[in-house]
Every structure is written in structure tokens, then in C-alpha cells.
């Protein structure tokens, strides 16, 4: 299992209601949350496998900006 973070725009209850289906549907997460309390609005990720870029796409066509840290 690999863990990742991102610095994401994800800062407030609605903002994770919206991305939520789109990282609900990736195969390779199992555990995911946003600290929206961070000024970086960290993304947190546990991954099966190694491919990050499915959540930055993920994030992405939710609408929100993503980079990893």
C-alpha cells in the first residue's frame, strides 16, 4: 500500500461532496480524506499500487486544482 498527499483547493464540506464521486470510483484507493483545516488543503491517499496520476486525473475533472507533495 502506498500513501500519497496533495496540496489541493478542496477547503470546505461542499467542496469534498463534489470530488467524492469522482475519487469513490478509483479502483486503486482505499482510504482517502482532505484536511481542510491545513492552509494546503492536504489530500491524503492509501493506494494499492503505485499509480498517483489516477487521482490527480480524478481531481482534476472534479474541478480542482492538485499537486503532489
Known sequence: MKTAKFKTNIN??????????????????????VDTDNPDKILSVELDDENIDSVIDAVKNAGFTIELI
Open 12 to 33: 470546505c464540506g461542499s467542496c469534498i461532496n463534489s470530488v467524492t464521486p469522482f475519487l469513490n470510483e478509483l479502483d486503486n484507493l482505499d482510504l482517502w480524506k
